[in-house]
């Protein structure tokens, strides 16, 4: 695919995640993400507690709770219960993944990941790259 289609495609994708991310229920920040293969989303995911928890993110002090899973995780364990395979997929999230999530992206095969937010800790876009995946940072001025 020509680099200005995909510029394009990946535009579009990024604000889907935008969009996507104001599904969490956390209030400090709000992250989604989609999973993308062959030009069809497989998987979405957005920041929140696991299913059956109270859909509170923070405690008392405003600190996130230690249970709650990223937009990140969540899109690729959702791929668990599915018939999907992330292997080669592109990975879109509103905010550059953790360490723990670049982990997960490493295993579950995704081979780009393009993210709109930077976070001050860069350790997980450092192990992303070290792993051999593409990560392009887009920002998203509309």
Request: with cysteine; proline share 2%; charged share 25%.
């Given at each position: 695919?020509?680099?200005?289609?995909?510029?394009?495609?990946?535009?579009r994708?990024?604000?889907?995640?935008?969009?996507?991310?104001?599904?969490?229920?956390?209030t400090?920040?709000?992250?989604?993400?989609?999973?993308?293969?062959d030009?069809?989303?497989?998987?979405d995911g957005?920041?929140?507690?696991?299913?059956?928890?109270?859909?509170?993110?923070?405690?008392?002090?405003?600190?996130?709770?230690?249970?709650?899973l990223?937009?990140e995780a969540?899109?690729?364990?959702?791929?668990?219960?599915?018939?999907?395979?992330?292997?080669?997929?592109?990975?879109?999230?509103?905010?550059?993944?953790?360490?723990?999530?670049?982990?997960?992206?490493?295993?579950?095969?995704?081979?780009?990941?393009v993210?709109?937010?930077?976070?001050?800790?860069?350790d997980?876009?450092?192990?992303?790259?070290?792993?051999?995946?593409?990560?392009?940072y887009?920002?998203?001025?509309?």
């Amino acid at each position: 695919m020509n680099s200005k289609k995909q510029q394009e495609f990946d535009k579009r994708y990024a604000r889907m995640a935008l969009i996507w991310a104001e599904n969490s229920y956390c209030t400090r920040r709000k992250v989604g993400a989609l999973v993308v293969k062959d030009k069809m989303i497989i998987s979405d995911g957005y920041n929140g507690t696991p299913t059956g928890f109270e859909n509170i993110c923070e405690d008392e002090s405003n600190t996130s709770k230690p249970y709650v899973l990223h937009a990140e995780a969540n899109a690729i364990t959702k791929l668990a219960k599915s018939a999907n395979s992330s292997d080669g997929a592109t990975l879109y999230v509103t905010a550059s993944p953790c360490i723990e999530c670049a982990k997960l992206i490493i295993q579950a095969g995704i081979k780009r990941v393009v993210y709109t937010e930077k976070y001050r800790l860069t350790d997980g876009i450092d192990l992303l790259e070290r792993a051999g995946i593409v990560v392009d940072y887009l920002e998203l001025n509309d």
